[in-house]
């Protein structure tokens, strides 16, 4: 009888199954949770999830318990991925190199090339950033949200900039860099709007100033000369504005599970990717 | 003199100034930190800054300091990103919105398209993920590592998956899509390859099958009828093996910093954008 006493009941953590052979715990109870406590439960969770076969065992700690953090890599979890308002922890049980998905690696930005019927770009001057002082006109720009459409973020950040009223017409080219932020890449998307209103109302508080600026002066800015990639860039919307360019066009499709997704590609062949409204209707 | 003697002299963190009127301090220290003397350095570093008129601070603490979270969370810091070997917190002093950049908001994915004389496509069969026991055969695909180009992870993962030597020739399209992966975007690139080997030899683990198969039984699988977005890329592989398309093309170039950085763009409008031998060596 002694024995059982002195056994103390440990409750193992709730997960939910992944198809992956997995399992993911996720900690945001609103109330405090003890160290020693969790420590424990993760332990005999951990064996039961060993004896169980599974795979990769994700924990995603709410920041509020943040005094956990420890107990976890104590366990042998590493960090996987961290959002402001919580942390992914991994641990890959098998004795295996892990498959486990890398975390995201690239920030998106996008520019907007938009010109009015009088060959006139749209362009701004920043308050901060590597511009700060040059008195550089550049496009405006800025990156894309998380769960934006390429397309979507080039016709806010105008309108957020400038006031400008804009629709989305294709890419004109993009580039991707590296170790732009930390260790992460990026990929830059330059895509031509077609402005609705023609009134600048900068509300953007990095914004310093903003204008039309004929084409051929924007293009023939010093530091557009200076850049390799900034003058390809420029030649690309010269030859565009001259009709001589065709960029990447997006199409709004549906994979089999119903997902919305862009396709961008070359609609300079006819190709009839889109169905027709019979298509549609049937 | 007991006045001074009862005084505990705290070590301020040091940190590096960043261009944007913010600090990074870096916790690598080999030997472990207690979190009470973490805690008290860290606020008197931090009532120093402000003082300073210093905007955004941001921590970067090894993982064998995971029992500094806690300090840190508690002094008013939220995470911003984390890597395996470390978590990244933040922290934005002024009393305006914060200008902080985002973390990482996509993962890229490559899909290769490799097309012999014959024109047969070389495909896959995967053996876990969603096509598994499906029989789909599928081009090569994977994702894109930490710092790697669009155009060499194709190449890297084709060779990989099917011991296949290519060479990149063009992106045909790309594709963007929303929560793939926790809350993060996704981009995936068709890339089209020119084989330069032809003998099947795969290496890889995650990989049931491999051969090369006619292009029109790879477009008319089952699967790619039904889903919509796999359907308009086979439209426009099929369309570039009849030679009626032209991708997006890309080339290598440098920013004003020096930066090799690839660009991509329509290269089927004689832009000329690459400096000739002459240009390079003046």
């Known amino acids: 009888m002694e024995e059982d006493d002195s056994r103390m009941s440990i409750e193992l953590l709730s997960a939910e199954e992944d198809k992956h ?13 003890h160290p020693l406590l969790f420590a424990s439960s993760l332990k ?6 060993t ?4 795979k990769g065992v994700w924990i995603k700690l709410h920041i509020q318990h943040s005094n956990l953090v420890d107990s976890a890599v104590m366990a042998g979890f590493r960090y996987h991925h961290a959002e402001p308002h919580y ?39 920043e308050k901060g950033g590597k511009f700060k002082g040059t008195g550089v006109w550049k496009m405006p720009t800025g990156a894309v949200n998380e769960g934006e459409d ?62 039309w600026m004929p084409i051929e ?7 557009m ?7 390809y860039i420029a030649k690309i919307c010269l030859s565009k504005s001259d009709g001589e360019y065709t960029g ?5 499709t549906t994979t089999s599970s119903g997902k919305k997704t862009y396709l961008y590609y070359n609609n300079g062949y006819n190709l009839h990717l889109s169905a027709s409204k019979e298509e549609e209707a049937n």
């Open 21 to 33: 052979g997995g399992v993911t715990v996720n900690i945001d109870d609103p109330h405090p949770i």
């Open 44 to 49: 005999a969770s951990l064996s039961n999830w």
């Open 51 to 54: 004896q169980q076969g599974k």
């Open 87 to 125: 942390l992914m922890l991994v641990y890959w049980i098998p004795d295996t190199p892990d498959s486990l998905p890398a975390n995201a690696s690239h920030r998106v930005g996008v520019g907007a090339f938009v010109m009015n019927t009088k060959r006139e770009l749209l362009v701004v001057q």
């Open 150 to 211: 390429i397309c979507a973020a080039a016709i806010r950040e105008v309108k957020e900039e400038t006031g400008v009223e804009t629709e989305f017409v294709e890419i004109l080219a993009f580039r991707q860099s590296h170790k732009s932020f930390f260790e992460k890449s990026d990929l830059f998307f330059v895509c031509m709007l077609q402005p609705h209103s023609f009134d600048i109302q900068s509300q953007d508080s990095e914004i310093l100033a903003c204008q």
């Open 217 to 223: 002066e924007y293009a023939h800015q010093d530091f």
């Open 225 to 231: 000369q200076k850049n390799q990639l900034f003058h």
């Open 248 to 252: 990447i066009s997006s199409l709004l």
